[in-house]
């Protein structure tokens, strides 16, 4: 099978495009906009969207491809049947989960800050994974999704590096998945912490996986040969 390199770091990414699935991490309105968990937390939730715009071009190419798209999102079960105590208490946010705020309750399925933001909206066929849990493999269905669709490598982008994509891209590592993150196409509250989660991923000869910049990922893709440009 053909592999296509794309510059990153520690050293270039050989995609595979037979086996290379998006995963959009948890981009919803709960943790980009005002009034949701991430401002109950005291976080400036600004400082995130900068992802929307470089996830959205990246969207439109793995489309334009007919690649694999899958979505998560971060939430529970409205009667709160599936929020252990511990998290609920976490944090002392000034509005927990499951209480009332602008955007409905807070990180409550069904509620319009549970959605995914509108510039970023899946499409018909892209499998939305909700979790539970910052992981996106911890009591899902999101392993057996990528095996049925033979995906071995994902590129994951979203929120919030340090939380949600680093959990995932642990928990992908561990479970035999190659896992490049564009540095531009993720994002936290916490600037150092951003990039202290980058370093981390391909610190110690690519720990846990590869980064790159959507702009270098992009640029790649567009030079593949037409035969490997849909599956
Ligand atoms: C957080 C996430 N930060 N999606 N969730 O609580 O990263």
């Known amino acids: 099978m053909n592999t296509f390199s794309i510059p990153a770091e520690p050293y270039d990414f050989a995609l595979r495009p037979d086996a290379c699935a998006l995963l959009v991490i948890d981009m919803q309105r709960d943790f980009l906009e005002p009034g949701g968990f991430g401002e109950s937390l005291g976080n400036d939730v600004s400082l995130l969207?900068?992802?929307?715009?470089?996830i959205r071009t990246l969207l439109a190419a793995w489309r334009a491809l007919a690649w694999?798209?899958?979505?998560?999102r971060e939430g529970h079960a409205?009667?709160?049947?599936d929020l252990h105590a511990s998290k609920r208490m976490r944090g002392s946010p000034s509005r927990g989960i499951g209480d009332p705020g602008p955007m409905g309750r807070i990180l409550v399925r069904g509620e319009p800050g549970h959605e995914i933001v509108p510039e970023l909206v899946p499409v018909a066929g892209e499998p939305v994974v909700d979790k539970r849990g910052k992981g996106a493999f911890y009591a899902t269905d999101l392993d057996v999704l990528l095996q049925a669709r033979g995906i071995r490598q994902l590129v994951v982008v979203g929120v919030t590096t340090e939380v949600c994509v680093h959990?995932?891209?642990r928990e992908a590592n561990d479970r035999g998945y190659e896992c490049l993150v564009p540095s531009d196409?993720?994002?936290s509250y916490f600037p150092e912490f951003h990039e202290a989660g980058l370093a981390m991923i391909k610190a110690q000869g690519g720990i846990f996986g590869w980064v790159t910049r959507s702009p270098e990922l992009l640029a790649a893709i567009e030079r593949l040969p037409s035969s490997t440009k849909s599956p």
Do not use: E, K
Request: proline share 14%; net charge positive.
């Open 68 to 72: 694999p798209v899958l979505h998560t």
């Open 167 to 169: 959990t995932t891209v």
């Open 78 to 81: 409205p009667d709160l049947s």
């Open 49 to 54: 969207r900068r992802t929307i715009a470089p």
């Open 185 to 187: 196409c993720t994002g």
